[in-house]
């Protein structure tokens, strides 16, 4: 995919673009009902302008201000409310075939969880609180139409009081940890999945698929880790849990290829206090000293055999 030249014998290898455009969109219905977004777009494209490297000759370059300007742009033009994946694909897409020294174009946006409100019970018509996690998307395009696509969630954070324990794990000297059957479970979720669509004619063309795709992700990803709202689920280990989060996102849904989880481990230590004549506090599975550092770190990727991640 890289721009790379030969050059006295040497390789070179480069790309240019914009980082962190900003930008708001709001769409209205003939209701009265607006839909927004906030996105901040990255743009990256791999282009043959190496005389603006070598000869100082910068007639091949594409600006990154008007990589800037086509993003808000492509905004305007967007008539209907479009997810970031497909505002991402439709960029890449544009910088690919638009210019004619264009042969790859990677792009990534990250969304602001900007949620609608409800007063007295009812979703407000143009009303939006930011909520916590973040929806991120990252897409190379090449002029031949290849693509590849990845989402991710990030800072999904949750924890269960119960239905977790570590046990049987290796136990030599340096070895304080005792097993346990009951204990607090907490973890920030940031998961990447890949989407198996291979060119930008494969994608689905359903207004809003992959809004609605990151939504279900999301929702497969929390009922796993907690199980039924009665009773439910043991984990015997962030691994455990971990794994069986991967393998749910890619039972439910046959167009992801893979997905890597990144669970750290944010500790809920037992608190026992001593003093030399009694104890000022007992732990009965009650009170606990919260924290976030250190922390574990368990991370892991699944993928379908044929796919890469
Ligand atoms: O679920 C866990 N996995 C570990 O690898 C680990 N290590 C540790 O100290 N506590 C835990 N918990």
Redesign the pocket.
Known sequence: MSSDSQLDGLKFEQRHGKSRVRLGRVWRSKQGVHFMVEWNVSISLFSDCINSYVRDDNSDIVATDSMKNTVYAKAKECSEQVSAEDFAILLAKHFTSFYKQVTAAFVNIVEKPWERVSVDGQPHQHGFKLGSEKHTTEVVVKKSGSLQLRSSIQGLTVLKTTKSG?EG?VRDRYTA?PDTRERILATEVTATWRYSYESISSVPQKSLYFAERYADVKQVLVNTFFGPPTGGVYSA???STLFQMAKAVLNRFPDISSVELKLP?LHFLPVNILSKENSIVKFEDDVYLPTDEPH?T?EASLSRFWSKM
């Open positions: 570590f794990f940890l280990s962030v691994q481990n574990g368990i």
